[in-house]
Antibody
């Protein structure tokens, strides 16, 4: 059964770069049938799709975040990663790694999520 | 950007009752690319419905989705205790792929 697990610092200082990794188990990130993605949820608020990546490195980014976001894939480690630069308090959120269904942009597999706070 | 609006914000019902949740898009959602998710406190969302009306794997048949164009509905035919949660809809037809703000289904 496919499982996703986020990891990374829970506290990031303003203006620095937030970095998270998602470990994929029970399946291969090299699958030609799926993207991999990141979604975030600020405290008490709704969901926002950050972006997705294909194992070949092809990416999609939410236009509102595109200038600050990088998603990358490490196929030997079966992981993919998220970097958000120049963070502010508005980037405080629970970050979920996800697997979209086939080549659609809805998510059928989710990690448990990791909380990231931006504060000095 | 397609703005997705859910109503009501909060719905108070009793177990055994029927729940009807609404999701309205600011533009027509191509091919009815509309999904519904359930989220319980401290948990990740769970996919319920995709393609406006197709139940995801393992979702009980008391959950059903309907609608097309700009108006969509999630119906829970007979509420069970575990159904009281937050529900989100998402359009995945047009970038950016946007979510509604959620409907909280609470026990009356």
């Amino acid at each position: 059964q496919l499982q996703l697990q986020e990891s990374g610092p829970g506290l990031v200082k303003p203006s620095e770069t937030l970095s998270l990794t998602c470990n994929v188990s029970g399946g291969s990130i090299n699958s030609s049938n799926y993207f991999w993605g990141w979604i975030r949820q600020p405290p008490g608020k709704g969901l926002e799709l950050i972006g997705t990546i294909y194992f070949s490195g092809i990416t999609y980014y939410n236009p509102s975040l595109k200038s600050r976001v990088t998603i990358s894939v490490d196929t030997p480690k079966n992981q993919f990663s998220l970097r958000v630069s120049s963070v502010t308090a508005a980037d405080t959120a629970v970050y979920y790694c996800t697997r979209p269904f086939r080549f659609y942009y809805f998510m059928d597999v989710w990690g448990k999520g990791t909380a990231v706070t931006v504060s000095s | 950007e397609i703005v997705v609006t859910q109503s009501p914000a909060t719905l108070s019902l009793s177990p055994g009752e029927r729940a009807t949740l609404s999701c309205r898009a600011s533009q027509s959602v191509r091919s009815n690319y509309l999904a519904w998710y359930q989220q319980k406190p401290g948990q990740a969302p769970r996919l319920l419905i995709h393609g406006a009306s197709s139940r995801a794997t393992g979702i009980p048949d008391r959950f059903s989705g309907s609608g097309s164009g700009t108006d969509f509905t999630l119906t829970i035919s007979r509420l069970e205790t575990e159904d009281f949660a937050l529900y989100y809809c998402q359009q995945y037809a047009t970038s950016p792929y946007t979510f509604g703000q959620g409907t909280k289904l609470e026990i009356k």
